[in-house]
């Protein structure tokens, strides 16, 4: 298609048009991309803080086992000690009915 010509008049008017035009598409761009990089840092903003809820959940759960793991040694330990202590107070008991028991005698099960 052939551009028509333009007086010089119509040629300075259509390029000073095409440039604010330009301008206007400059400065809209620039606000979109400042409102696009502001909800970019609010995203990040937000990840991080879910990122450190995270590691505070994790660190709590973290100590909540620990004192479980902590707290079935020490439940196992005192179970041990409290076989220890019935068998030892068998076999004292069993030397014991044994020195009582007149010869001949068995003591009753």
């Known amino acids: 298609m052939a551009r028509k010509r333009r007086s010089g008049a119509q040629q300075r008017a259509y390029k000073i048009a095409r440039r604010h035009e330009q301008r206007c598409q400059n400065e809209r761009f620039r606000r979109s991309l400042a409102e696009l990089r502001a909800h970019e840092r609010e995203i990040v903003d937000q990840d991080y803080e879910l990122f450190q809820q995270l590691q505070r959940e994790a660190e709590v759960a973290r100590h909540a086992q620990e004192e479980a ?14 076989e220890e202590e ?4 068998d076999s004292d008991s069993d030397k014991e009915n044994n020195l009582v028991l007149p010869i001949g005698r068995t003591r009753p099960r």
């Open 86 to 89: 019935i068998e030892l107070d």
């Open 69 to 82: 793991v902590r707290q079935a040694q020490q439940e196992a330990t005192r179970q041990e000690e409290q």
